[in-house]
């Protein structure tokens, strides 16, 4: 049986972390909101999926995440029931194994957020090599393929495809 979810979203509030049971484990909750997909003239809509974290995760989580701030999270589906008034009630949430940052790094006056003196071999406050360094936002991942193919004449029965 396979029981894997992965979402991105943006948080909708600050994420509540606390230490709980007798050996003060962390555990951490957010709720993720996640764009379902447009058709036509239709109104964006969402969905708010609970998220609950563990331990480190749930530390780094409460450390790092913000409102607002895009996500990713991979984790199960697990259902949940409680009782309220007498009357049970039934839910779901994400357990997360993994989360992370899921937004392009912010640039602020030409530096990026932080500390630029903890990211050695920069280029405008972007490290060197990575996705975000080169002036359109990526790499040039095909050199020699941009917009000017040149005046080559491509033999079609030498393509590997």
Known sequence: MLNQIILMGRLTKDPEVRKIGEK?????????????PKYGDAQPQADFIPVVVWRSTAEFVGRNFHKGKQVYVVGRLQTRNWEQDGVTHYGFEVSASEVGFADAPQKQGGQAKGNANTTPNTTDGVP???IFGDANGFPDDFPGFGSDFGDEEVDEDTLPF
């Open 24 to 36: 003060q484990i962390s555990k951490g909750w957010f709720t993720l909101a996640v764009d379902r």
């Open 128 to 130: 060197a090599g990575d």
